[in-house]
């Protein structure tokens, strides 16, 4: 390597590295984030009341009203067989009851007419689809293991792929991941450039016989190795602590995550030529992070965006960076995918660094 | 050490609608240590940025000459070294380390980075303190380790941007001590300052207010052809004038 590049490298880790506060912010936050985010953004509903009202000597009630109760989402509400149903909810003693059909359900089923009412406190709507889903997946898996007739009569649907328990650490990690390294690297790369105009330094490294690229290069490629680092780091965590999986093969994430941060270090510098002191870099930073993890895809679905946000999406690195993940980490990493979504990430480094090249050679002109 | 100078010609600097350097005209030929003296904001600054090729005029020309030769600037930067007003250093890193982070800015071979270190350290006296930060390190101590980066490559012109501003007396004085020493050695030393009393200790001096020269020459030539006992009787008269 250039030993001026090297240099570079070396001074960068050794600023970014030796402040025992920056080394908290780097390595240790992504861990707390991850953490908090992973438990924080759960969808994950649990101990949820459940109130079953079942006849006496309704078997088929009891076995599903244990399902229901061993499967870990819910609990058993204290209720008295008279009590009225709605009032339960009223009340908040429940948060879901369970009405079998009328003559029980074994009766029903064996009719084939397992037609069952759910109640349920819809005074948190997400609450409540979650409620709703889980019921539909335990009434399923029900009527799955009683076989015929009784499935016959239970009139469910549900299919629930690649995240069967729908844990919601499964589907929420991988994007976390993505958010925190696209936190790291825009940021740090915005504010480490501010910095040395800030104190001065720029001039003496500009004022030296280097050319821009040589420049740019040794300022930057210290925080794509920093930001690889991070990302293993904090991989590592959602593996070990999380459990989420990495199906597919080690170089498609790595390949995936390093052109990300490409993308995201140009970014970061061509921030870092518009702002004037690193708070402006800071905010700078932010004020695009904040619409791309939004529009990304890691908490609601981008299909569900009106049609401008969709377009607007598509602009959007860390939308195609949360697709590789989760299709890597979770689904093993179909080949298409990948090449689809690295194609559109590499197109995407190509015109942000030459975008920052040029700032770049603007503010030192 | 090849013979450098620089000559400007009507230069003129704006920033929007501020004129930082209203047409001046300097000679850095003759003699071997320059002052450019002025009070804040007359234009020492931009001065510097413009001879160092960190700014492009807005009119007039800097030229270069190397052994009485014209040059271009591409000839002469890898010999010219310039050390900003705030010393620009990097407050987290040590002086070892400042002066191998250089030695690559500048591309110098181990032998002669071994050979510049170890002189500069000596001459500077900062050697016993090779591990310290510069964050750790006193003003006059900050300014010293500046200039032991900008000499690294042994350049054959140096501009200092007000190299002992907020530094003590002694310290200032150890400084210019040192500065005596590259004039020495043929190199050509550009300073600016607002220390009036640093004027009388360069071979030329050259007075900017407001953007523009009010004297040139040697110093005493320039204290006797104002009828100034001192260099500040001038520029307050040059200011009520």
């Not at chain 1, 390597?1 to 970014?16: D, G, S, V, Y």
Request: aromatic residues 8%.
């Amino acid at each position: 390597m250039n030993p001026t590049l090297k240099a570079f490298i070396k001074k960068e880790l050794i600023q970014t590295l030796r402040d025992v506060r920056m080394r908290v912010l780097l390595f240790g936050a992504p861990i707390l984030q991850l953490t908090i985010f992973g438990l924080a953004l759960s969808s994950e509903i649990k101990n949820v009341k459940l109130a079953v009202f079942s006849q006496p000597g309704d078997t088929a009630a009891v076995r599903l009203a244990d399902d229901f109760y061993s499967s870990g989402w819910f609990k058993p509400a204290a209720f008295s067989p008279g009590e009225d149903p709605f009032e339960l909810i009223g009340s908040g003693r429940a948060d879901a009851v369970l009405l079998m059909p009328p003559g029980g359900l074994s009766r029903a089923a064996g009719r084939g007419e397992g037609k069952m009412q759910l109640l349920v406190d819809a005074s948190n709507a997400t609450k409540a689809r979650v409620v709703e889903a889980y019921a539909k997946t335990i009434t399923a898996r029900a009527a799955a293991a009683y076989g015929a007739p009784a499935a016959q009569g239970l009139s469910f649907d549900v299919r629930v792929l690649y995240n069967p328990a729908m844990e919601s650490a499964l589907f929420l990690v991988p994007g976390v991941v993505g958010m925190l390294i696209c936190l790291v690297t825009i940021i740090l790369t915005a504010m480490s450039l501010t910095r040395e105009r800030e104190l001065g330094t720029f001039e003496t490294i500009v004022s030296a016989p280097l050319s821009d690229g040589e420049i740019l290069l040794g300022k930057t490629l210290p925080f794509v190795l920093l930001g690889l680092v991070v990302f293993s780091l904090v991989l590592t965590v959602a593996h070990l602590a999380f459990g989420v999986p990495v199906r597919g093969p080690l170089w498609q994430l790595f390949l995936a995550a390093f052109v990300f941060i490409i993308t995201t270090v140009s970014v970061g510098t061509s921030i870092s030529t518009l702002a004037r002191n690193q708070q402006q870099a800071m905010l700078g930073g932010f004020m695009f992070l904040f619409p791309a993890i939004l529009m990304s895809g890691i908490m609601y679905p981008v299909e569900n965006m009106p049609p401008s946000i969709i377009a607007a999406a598509y602009l959007d690195p860390l939308m195609y960076f949360m697709r590789l993940l989760r299709s890597i980490m979770l689904k093993g990493g179909d080949p298409h995918v990948f090449w689809t979504n690295v194609g559109a990430l590499a197109l995407m480094a190509v015109v942000a660094a030459g975008v920052a090249y040029n700032r770049f050679r603007q503010t030192l002109n | 050490m090849p013979g450098f100078a620089i000559r400007t010609e009507g230069l003129k600097k704006n920033f929007g609608a501020v004129r930082a350097l209203r047409g001046v005209s300097f000679d850095f030929s003759e003699g071997l240590l320059h002052g450019l003296i002025g009070s804040n904001g007359a234009g020492k600054t931009t001065t510097m940025r413009l001879l160092a090729g960190l700014l492009k005029p807005s009119a007039g020309s800097v030229r270069y000459s190397l052994d009485g030769r014209p040059a271009e600037f591409a000839q002469v930067r890898p010999g010219l070294a310039y050390m900003p007003q705030q010393a620009s250093l990097y407050p987290d890193l040590s002086i070892d380390e400042h002066l191998q982070f250089f030695r690559a800015l500048y591309r110098l071979d181990a032998a002669t980075y071994a050979r510049r270190s170890k002189e500069l350290l000596g001459i500077t006296r900062l050697d016993k303190f090779r591990e310290r930060r510069a964050g750790q390190l006193s003003g006059g101590m900050y300014k010293k380790l500046g200039l032991m980066c900008a000499l690294l490559q042994s350049p054959s012109v140096l501009l200092l941007d007000e190299p002992t501003n907020g530094v003590d007396p002694i310290s200032r004085r150890e400084f210019w001590e040192l500065l005596y020493a590259l004039a020495a050695d043929k190199i050509l030393v550009i300073v600016s300052t607002a220390y009036m009393d640093e004027a009388e200790r360069c071979s030329r001096v050259h007075l900017l207010d407001a953007g523009a020269l009010l004297a040139s020459g040697e110093p005493r030539a320039v204290l006797k052809e104002r009828g100034a006992a001192n260099f500040e009787e001038i520029f307050i008269k040059g200011a009520n004038g």
